[in-house]
């Protein structure tokens, strides 16, 4: 069994729940059916959806008209972190989150780059991991300035759901 909720931010930078639902499994095709469902109950669109790599949601979200989609960067950066030794996790932790650091999509492009390029020398394991999702860790800069700290990732819902 799987519940998922959805949250979205409306755009007074707001939090709000939308839908909640008990799902037999975390297939594609129940994922599929939730967001069908917030369609038909008024929804009027959906600009971005984030959450973990789970490739159900990934290919549902897919589907969703006018969507792009975000890995959630907490996740994110937990899975990176799981390649590296202890010593080294403080010093990869910081230089990636340079990499979410500019407010202009084509500064934070560059300096993700940049990121992705200064790990290669000494982190190769962490750094193609950063190297291939620059387009999903930096979706979200294409919003409003003032909506992105709350599209960071998942962790709100994570905390409801402890």
Not at 19 to 25: A, E, L
Not at 85 to 97: E, F, I, L, M, N
Request: proline letters at 5%; charged letters at 30%; a positive charge.
């Amino acid at each position: 069994m799987a519940a998922i909720v959805a949250v979205a931010v409306n755009i007074d930078g707001r939090r709000e729940i939308l839908g909640i639902t008990v799902m037999p499994s975390e297939a594609e095709t129940f994922w599929a059916d939730f967001p069908r469902s917030l369609t038909r109950r008024g929804l009027p669109g959906v600009q971005l959806v984030i959450s973990d790599a789970h490739e159900g949601l990934r290919a549902a979200a897919r589907k969703v008209p006018g969507a792009g989609w975000k890995r959630c960067r907490v996740h994110f950066q937990r899975n990176l972190l799981a390649r590296l030794g202890k010593t080294h996790k403080p010093v990869v932790s910081a230089v990636v989150k340079t990499g979410f650091a500019e407010k202009d999509p084509d500064e934070g492009l560059a300096r993700w780059r940049e990121v992705a390029d200064n790990l290669y020398e000494r982190f190769r394991d962490v750094a193609e991991p950063v190297d291939e999702s620059e387009r999903d860790a930096l979706a979200y800069m294409v919003l409003d300035t003032s909506l992105r700290s709350k599209l960071h990732g998942t962790n709100p819902l994570e905390r409801v759901n402890k």
